[in-house]
Each structure stands twice: as structure tokens, then as C-alpha cells.
């Protein structure tokens, strides 16, 4: 283990850290924006949020990655029996079994079980040395992860275990996949896929995929929130209706305003040239993750970059087609933007791992 000192400091990738502030706190006004006329204080919940995920970040800083990786086998039984207790003893919250509850504050122990699947897969694949993944390994990974996945799958929270296909896709395409391997796995998603739609989705759900091919037919039910968010966004014109002047948020047309839809208020609020100044922001930060990749001295630093910075990416791509109506409504949030304690401490941890290696690049030759 190492612990920081000036020379891993002066390594710290300060750019990405301040950007990712900045989308924070960008995030923390516009909750206030449409969310201070209700009760429950949330602006001042996400700020709360951001000082415990900086603190979580630079803890995490403060250990050598490898120090994680190691122990990625004991996170991973550990998060495991959480999740299975959750179904048990967790409270009916919003229709799934995923909240622990800490007084007015509330953590989801699925959002931290991706951060145990980056770390475990780093630890899979560091000694894989083939040049293409063997059908055994495949299935053994499948394996590992499919048992945290079905367990939020059963709580049910399909939004987070869809944003697991980021990590195990990522890792997949870095370990090489042969061409019979794709195709059987395409065959094995289109059963799921089937079998889901059959047995597994709910009516309301099914809805919000029907309502993808026809948001006309169903503009009072599943069509309703990306009705209203397609207004709040179209309403904002170029340069927007000002701070908390949003009318679709304050009037309270647009549901989810503060947590999967608060780009959407975003968008009405500052306009096209807010809009694009908030996704110059994204761009800008996934770059810097991703460029981190190659700087990476060993195999499981480049798992860890690359896939958390796949996750990042995932869901601000998910979201933004899911406010425009290309993408179903599947409750993914805007990372470091939507309310969400849970959301900001996993995607601080996700970006202070990617840091961790970065800064670490020389020091594990």
C-alpha cells in the first residue's frame, strides 16, 4: 500500500477533478431550480452528497488500486449478502427493495455493486493472457456477474443492473471476444430479451417500450414524461427561460424534475447554449478518463479506467436519449447532475479509481 505523498500528489489529474466539481455543483443549482418550492431540502441533501463523495474520492486516492483489486473477492461476497438482504429486509420504496435507509439520508447498495464489478473484473482479466476470451472464461465471468445482477434484477431495479452491461461489455471487448462467442451471445441476449418481455417485464414497463415506437399513443400514461420533457426542452429555445423560471418544472408538469429528468430542466432553463455547454463539460471530462487508459502500467489498471469510464459514459448516453424520447424511461440517472447520493458517491468513487491509476503510473513498475 502507498500512501500519498507530494510526488503521487503533484500526479493528480486536477483537470478531471475540476470538472467534475463543476458538473456538481451545476447539478446542486438545478436541483434547487426545480425542487426548492417542495418540502425535503434537496439542493442542500446533493451538497451534503458531494462533500461526502469528495471525501470517499480522496480516500480512496490515498490507497494503491492494486490494494482494492486484492481484495475485490471479499467486496464482492459482501455485496452479495447485501443485496440478497435487501430483498428481505429492505423497505417497499417507489416499488423496489434497494434503499437502506440512515435518517433522512438514504444509500442503494446496488449503485456501490458496480464499483465491486469493476474491481473484480480487473482482477479476472489482469492475468489473462490470450489473445481472445475462451468460451470457459466467458461463462465463468457471465457467472460472477450474473449473481449480483439477478438480485437487483429481483429488488426490482432494471435501470441500475442495465448500466452493469457497460462494465461486462467493457471488459469483454478489452479481453478479446471471438466471433462464435458474439454470435452466441447475441442468440443468449435475444432469448433473454424475449423471455424478459414475457415473463419478466411489467405492464408499465412493456408500455415504456411500445411508447418508444409510438409517443403519441399514450400521452397521459407511459408517453407522459417524455412528452413533457421534450416541451420543457423545446420551450428553452437559445438561451433559455432563466434560473428557476422553468415553467414545465415549476408548475410541476415534468415529473422526476430533480433526478432522471434534471437535464431536461437544464434545457428549459438555459437553453440550447446551456445545454451545450453542460455537454462540452461531459465531453471534456470523459476524454480525460479515457485518455487515462494507455497510462495505465498494468493490466488491471487498464480494466479499471476503461470500464469506469465506460460506466460514466453509458449512462450520460442512456439518459440524454432517454429525456429526447430515443431511449425507453429506465431510471437512469445523469451522473453528477441528478439528485441522488447513492449516484454521486458511486460515480465519485468510479472517477477517483480512474485518478488512483493515473497517479500511480509510474509508481507500479
Avoid: C
Amino acid at each position: 500500500m502507498i500512501m500519498i505523498d507530494r510526488r503521487l500528489v503533484r500526479e493528480i489529474d486536477w483537470v478531471l477533478l475540476a470538472l467534475v466539481l463543476a458538473q456538481s455543483l451545476i447539478g446542486a443549482a438545478f436541483i434547487y431550480s426545480s425542487s426548492h418550492f417542495l418540502p425535503g431540502a434537496y439542493s442542500v441533501r446533493q451538497l451534503i452528497w458531494i462533500g461526502i463523495s469528495l471525501l470517499a474520492l480522496f480516500l480512496v486516492l490515498a490507497v494503491d488500486y492494486k490494494f482494492f483489486v486484492a481484495l475485490s473477492g471479499y467486496f464482492y461476497g459482501l455485496v452479495i449478502l447485501l443485496l440478497a438482504a435487501m430483498l428481505v429486509f429492505a423497505r417497499l420504496v417507489a416499488g423496489t427493495r434497494s434503499w437502506l435507509t440512515f435518517g433522512l439520508m438514504q444509500l442503494q447498495p446496488s449503485e456501490l455493486a458496480k464499483i465491486v464489478m469493476i474491481l473484480v473484473f480487473a482482477r479476472i482479466f489482469a492475468e489473462y493472457k490470450s489473445p481472445y476470451l475462451t468460451t470457459h472464461h466467458t461463462l465463468g465471468a457471465l457467472l460472477v456477474a450474473g449473481v449480483p445482477l439477478l438480485l437487483i434484477v429481483a429488488q426490482p431495479d432494471l435501470g441500475t443492473a442495465m448500466t452493469f452491461l457497460a462494465i461486462i461489455g467493457g471488459s469483454f471487448i478489452l479481453a478479446g471476444l471471438k466471433r462464435k462467442t458474439i454470435i452466441l451471445l447475441v442468440v443468449a441476449a435475444l432469448a433473454l430479451g424475449i423471455g424478459g418481455w414475457n415473463l419478466g417485464l411489467k405492464d408499465y414497463q412493456k408500455k415504456r417500450v411500445t411508447t418508444l415506437i409510438n409517443p403519441a399513443g399514450d400521452p397521459r400514461g407511459s408517453g407522459y414524461q417524455v412528452n413533457q420533457s421534450k416541451i420543457a426542452i423545446g420551450s428553452g429555445g437559445l438561451a433559455g427561460k432563466g434560473f428557476t423560471r422553468g415553467t414545465q418544472s415549476r408548475l410541476r408538469f415534468l415529473p422526476a424534475r430533480h433526478t432522471d429528468f434534471i437535464f431536461s430542466v437544464i434545457g428549459e432553463e438555459t437553453g440550447f447554449i446551456g445545454v451545450l455547454a453542460v455537454m462540452a463539460l461531459y465531453f471534456a471530462m470523459l476524454a480525460r478518463m479515457f485518455l487515462a487508459v494507455p497510462k495505465a502500467r498494468d493490466r488491471a489498471g487498464v480494466y479499471i479506467v476503461f470500464t469506469a469510464s465506460l460506466l460514466i459514459a453509458f449512462q450520460f448516453l442512456v439518459n440524454v436519449l432517454m429525456i429526447v424520447g430515443l431511449f425507453p424511461v429506465v431510471g437512469i440517472t445523469l451522473p453528477f447532475l441528478s439528485y441522488g447520493g447513492s449516484s454521486l458517491l458511486t460515480s465519485y468513487v468510479a472517477v477517483g479509481l480512474v485518478l488512483n491509476v493515473r497517479m500511480r503510473r509510474f509508481a507500479n513498475v
